[in-house]
């Protein structure tokens, strides 16, 4: 069983930056990949950044490549995505999620590849 919890949200302005953080629990942590997921309202839950078991491997979003930034600390078990230059249409709630498999060599970018989910934090940019 693994737990997250995300931090860092908040209301910015547009050109701004935020880092979130996620906390993991479980002795399952450091051999699973991790992924950031966004829902704006409206629209579908997607997938922004995905990050390998062990950090060699990552993903991004057409949307975000450039401006985000995902990383991960197995020895503090937490993954952080930093955001740069924020946009409008960045808004939404961002969840942390951990992969259902041990050890995959890539970060998997569908919600039903992913197991486990945070509480979800919300970050706001206006224009």
């Known amino acids: 069983q693994v737990q997250l919890v995300e931090s860092g949200g908040g209301l910015v302005q547009a050109g701004d930056s935020l880092t979130l953080s996620c906390a993991g629990s479980?002795?399952?942590?450091?051999?699973?990949?991790m992924g950031w997921f966004r829902q704006a309202p409206g629209k579908e839950r997607e997938c922004v950044a995905g990050i390998s078991w062990s950090g060699s491997s990552t993903y991004y979003a057409d949307s975000v490549k450039g401006r985000f930034t995902i990383s991960r600390d197995n020895t503090k078990t937490t993954v952080s995505l930093r955001m740069d230059s924020l946009k409008p249409e960045d808004t939404g709630v961002y969840y942390c999620?951990?992969?259902?498999?041990?050890?995959?060599?890539?970060?998997?970018?569908?919600?039903?590849?992913?197991?486990?989910w945070g509480q979800g934090t919300q970050v706001t940019v206006s224009a």
């Open positions: 999620a951990a992969d259902g498999r041990f050890g995959r060599s890539t970060a998997p970018t569908r919600i039903y590849e992913y197991d486990y």
């Open positions: 479980g002795r399952t942590f450091s051999v699973l990949a």
